[in-house]
């Protein structure tokens, strides 16, 4: 793939949504784009990819989540930034057109163009890029910058206080066309996910005035009849819901995940570790800066919405 050095300039196609117009724009120069809702979240997946653990395997493959790497194949814009593309023709078929008609912005998948974004969510971690990073293209934000550099790394969220790293598996939302000019990745910046990983006891987990974190598995969940697929999927993708929630409604979002999750035990004796996927979420809530005493209550009434046997 041929990487832009620039971001384009000057969008203009009669007849079209605005956002599809600013979509076709940018997949021009290579980048790979999607649709998001008004929610700043991508378009919910369409049935055959959401019931896909029920009705049997959809059309992306059924990889859970999308944690895996490879295009979508489903027609709709399904599975956020595994459906980004830059052919014009899906951008413009019949599959796409309810969510362009509905949309309430563009995003983009950095990774997919060899990208890396740099999300900077307050002045403070501006201010350390400023000091810590090469300068490269910016982009003010409602909060504060992306910074972006040309070449491709795992994405992480988190690596330091109001910095996530947005490239493969991931997406960014596009503002515009920012000021300055791009230039290469620098290592500093592929230090933070190690670090981050190094520093972690594991992926997804959050300090919180909890000392340790258990994981689930079939030794907490003797009488649990589902199997340990059906459990983790459903799991990361009540957690992914919820932190894509990064500026309001990650505290409602727990309560139903705690809540969906929660119904899908009602017909298990028991125990099926409810106690420790609680924990989970809680943590997912607490990393987008809700208040832990507040996840807890969101996530104990979403369990208690529904009567279950945790023990």
């Known amino acids: 793939m041929t990487h832009p050095t620039d971001f384009p300039r000057d969008p203009s196609r009669p007849a079209l949504p605005a956002h599809l117009r600013t979509a076709l724009w940018l997949a021009e120069v290579g980048l790979p784009v999607l649709p998001l809702r008004a929610s700043k979240l991508p378009v919910g997946n369409c049935h055959a990819c959401t019931s896909s653990k029920?009705?049997?395997?959809?059309?992306?493959?059924?990889?859970?989540?999308?944690?895996?790497?490879?295009?979508?194949?489903?027609?709709?814009?399904?599975?956020?930034?595994?459906?980004?593309?830059?052919?014009?023709?899906?951008?413009?078929?019949?599959?796409?057109?309810r969510a362009w008609r509905q949309a309430g912005g563009v995003a983009y998948h950095a990774g997919g163009a060899g990208l890396t974004v740099v999300d900077l969510d307050n002045t403070e971690a501006v201010a350390w890029a400023r000091q810590a990073l090469p300068a490269t293209k910016t982009v003010a934000t409602t909060r504060g910058e992306h910074w972006v550099y040309r070449g491709a790394m795992q994405s992480?969220?988190?690596?330091?206080?109001?910095?996530?790293?947005?490239?493969?598996?991931?997406?960014?939302?596009?503002?515009?066309?920012?000021?300055?000019?791009?230039?290469?990745?620098?290592?500093?910046?592929?230090?933070?996910?190690?670090?981050?990983?190094?520093?972690?006891?594991?992926?997804?987990?959050?300090?919180?005035?909890?000392?340790?974190?258990?994981?689930?598995?079939?030794?907490?969940?003797?009488?649990?009849?589902?199997?340990?697929?059906?459990?983790?999927?459903?799991?990361?993708?009540?957690?992914?819901?919820?932190?894509?929630?990064?500026d309001e409604g990650a505290g409602s979002q727990a309560y139903g995940v705690a809540r969906f999750l929660a119904n899908q035990h009602t017909t298990c004796p028991g125990p099926c570790g409810l106690e420790i996927l609680a924990r989970h979420i809680i943590d997912a809530a607490v990393s987008v800066d809700v208040p832990e005493a507040y996840a807890e209550r969101a996530v104990n009434n979403g369990f208690g919405a529904v009567l279950v046997r945790t023990s």
């Not at 999308?66 to 830059?86: D, L, N, S, V």
């Not at 670090?195 to 907490?220: I, K, N």
């Open 54 to 97: 029920a009705a049997g395997p959809c059309r992306c493959g059924d990889r859970p989540n999308m944690k895996f790497a490879g295009p979508c194949q489903c027609p709709a814009p399904c599975h956020a930034w595994a459906a980004a593309t830059t052919d014009p023709a899906v951008l413009t078929s019949p599959a796409w057109a």
């Open 156 to 246: 992480a969220n988190g690596v330091r206080p109001g910095v996530d790293i947005k490239s493969l598996m991931s997406y960014a939302r596009w503002i515009s066309t920012g000021t300055g000019t791009i230039t290469v990745l620098p290592d500093t910046v592929r230090a933070l996910v190690v670090r981050e990983e190094s520093t972690h006891p594991g992926r997804g987990e959050v300090d919180s005035s909890s000392p340790t974190r258990a994981t689930w598995d079939r030794s907490v969940a003797t009488g649990c009849r589902h199997t340990d697929t059906f459990i983790r999927t459903g799991l990361e993708r009540g957690l992914a819901r919820i932190t894509a929630c990064r």
